[in-house]
């Protein structure tokens, strides 16, 4: 069972930057995905990562202002988030699924990913 710990998460100004951390307890081929999700409504793909080949998403709600990478161990993976705004506050949630398939692909939609982590608070005022 694959675990996740996020980090990184806070209260911020508006027009500022943060940048959230996952670390994930493996190195196999992986889609690892930021999400976010505010109370009462659905949960939202922010950007994916392709372990294998470093190919990302992000949700156009969210391009220009969060980049998604990993590190060289590709076991953890960054949301660098610049110039938030106040809809940008949400819970932020780290999930990975397997990716070691010719025909694996990275999407953003939650049923697709199989470990999730605990969640990080981002607050923009």
């Known amino acids: 069972h694959v675990q996740l710990v996020e980090s990184g998460g806070g209260s911020v100004q508006a027009g500022g930057s943060l940048r959230l951390s996952c670390v994930v307890s493996?190195?196999?081929?992986?889609?690892t995905a930021w999400f976010r999700q505010v109370p009462g409504k659905e949960r939202e793909g922010v950007a994916t990562?392709?372990?294998?080949?470093?190919?990302?998403y992000v949700a156009e709600s969210v391009k220009g202002r969060f980049t998604i990478s990993q590190d060289r161990s590709k076991t953890t993976v960054y949301l660098e988030m610049n110039n938030l705004k106040p809809e940008d506050t949400a819970m932020y949630y780290c999930?990975?699924?397997?990716?070691?398939?010719?025909?694996?692909?990275?999407?953003?939609?939650?049923?697709?990913?199989?470990?999730w982590g605990q969640g990080t608070q981002v607050t923009v005022s």
């Open positions: 990562i392709r372990s294998g080949n470093g190919r990302t």
């Open positions: 493996s190195d196999s081929s992986r889609c």
């Open positions: 999930a990975t699924r397997d990716c070691s398939t010719a025909y694996c692909h990275c999407g953003a939609e939650s049923q697709l990913y199989s470990s």
